[in-house]
Nanobody, 119 residues
């Protein structure tokens, strides 16, 4: 079992920056990758960025590429999402997720942190 707790969300204006953090606990030794997803009202959940826990290979959605940066601290079992040049379209609940080495999908999820960007 892995527990995830997000923090760092808030209300900002367009063009501002924000950094999200996600701390994992439990059987963290089983984590193979971590990622950030987001879900806006009335929209489907979408992947924002992911990072492998082995090799630090990263992935970004086209909508955030060049603006967001994902990073991780394996020793601290923590993943970060640096968000720059925020836009109103980035407004959503941002969810942290972790993938277990035993499974191929992200099966552990946090409760999310709200990010609101005003124009």
């Amino acid at each position: 079992q892995v527990q995830l707790v997000e923090s760092g969300g808030g209300l900002v204006q367009a063009g501002d920056s924000l950094r999200l953090s996600c701390a994992a606990s439990g059987r963290t030794f089983s984590i193979s990758a971590m990622g950030w997803f987001r879900q806006a009202p009335g929209k489907e959940r979408e992947v924002v960025a992911t990072i492998n826990w082995f090799g630090s290979t990263t992935y970004y959605s086209d909508s955030v590429k060049g603006r967001f940066t994902i990073s991780g601290d394996n020793a601290k079992n923590t993943v970060y999402l640096q968000m720059n040049s925020l836009e109103p379209e980035d407004t959503a609940v941002y969810l942290c997720a972790a993938r277990d080495v035993r499974f191929g999908q992200y099966n552990y999820w946090g409760h999310g942190t709200q990010v609101t960007v005003s124009s």
